[in-house]
């Protein structure tokens, strides 16, 4: 296997406690960067690891850092985004659960980078037993004396705190996130203003993801050209795969940037290939939120190159060819899964999880689960089709955040790509009705009787 940063000491045992992560070198990113860097210093090591953020959005982490507003001389958070309520993604949980002092290591040191003396660990309702995880080594770092006055002797102070949400999705977004966190109604906000400039209590904030943040130890003890120097072109370093469906091996995997999208499913190191040696059908690689991938699109791009797990590879050709790497939810399907079904069991959950802000998602995700309903339980027609297509195209891109857009590319991707099989739920209402739900015919023979049918 590659290069490990962030699973590279996930094995050791008793690495979840302060004294054996400590013994294993822990927390000398925060005596380096305390004792011998300047906080720009380390947004510029950042900024050249070409670290992108890592909870869907790939945004440059350090880039973002240095957007962060000094001149107001207002107190300045870091708020770190353990929301990880994409359906599909698992692998923040992971990290906090089994190595928690490498994130509390990772937001002691960015914080200092940031200039920030309280920062916030945001955490889904839904993981309250990794929140008492994340209490009791808190507490062990206050202890040792690296949260509180003065750490290390320095001027330097910082308080960490756990704040439990209440389970919602919407919370995942960085302004929702602020407002929930400020004790308020989890409504994401128009920007701008920015959270750089006016985020939590109006103080210029920076919010980050999980694994993006656990990242930053390794980047300033080896610096950010070593980090640039894994993974190819803009996708560098390593990211942390969250793998479920029909394959053999799920789990969590750390990967370098570049491997093919084969390798990971098929190769025993990895996923192990399909369950049952069944044939692959379809690939959610980023999460619920992202395009579907058919199987001719999930080895090679529209132009037959071979797909790479990178953000710009995943995404080759737009929504009608690619996809996105998104939160690293990597869902793999065989040829007996039902697209229709699946559609309608995410479309269910945004409709659920819209805060309802914005007229398009609030009224939008509502008729697509309805229709989409219809279609799945065989009691549909064919200008449903063309009627779900319609919404979500009034959906995408008129909200206030990007649900809508979430809400809106899975319905597209999966007319975009399987359009015979809701033909076929539609044209065949009896096979649907009188079949377990949970499983489908597989493709080949629904787009067989689709030819075999006068429309």
Known sequence: MGKKILLDKINIPGIKTYEVYRQNGGYASVEKALKTMQPDEITEEVKTSGLRG?????FPVGLKWSFIDKKSGNPRHLVCNADESEPGTFKDRFLMEYIPHLLIEGMITSSYALGAHLSYIYIRGEYMWVYKILE????????????????????????????????????????????????????????????????????????????????????????????????????TGTKLISASGHVKNPGVYEIEMGITVEEFINSDEYLGGMIDDRPIKALIPGGSSVPILPAHLIYKTATGEDRLMTYESLADGGFATGSSMGSGGFIVYNDTACIVRNTWNFARFYAHESCGQCSPCREGTGWMEKVLHRIETGTGNMEDIDLLWDIQGKIEGNTICPLGDAAAWPVAAAIRHFREEFEYHILFPEKIKNRDHYVAEPFESVKHLISKQTI
């Open 136 to 235: 009791r080594a808190i507490k062990e770092a206050y202890d040792a004396g690296w949260l509180g006055q003065n750490i290390l002797g320095t001027d330097y102070h910082l308080d960490l705190h756990v704040h439990c949400g209440a389970g919602a999705y919407i919370c995942g977004e960085e302004t929702a996130l602020i407002e929930s966190l400020e004790g308020k109604r989890g409504n994401p906000r128009i920007k701008p203003p920015f959270p750089a400039v006016s985020g939590l209590w109006k103080n210029p904030t920076v919010v980050n993801n999980v694994e993006s943040i656990a990242n930053v130890p390794w980047i300033v003890m080896n610096s950010g050209e070593e980090y640039a120097k894994i993974g190819v072109g803009r996708s």
């Open 54 to 58: 890592r909870g869907g959005a790939g």
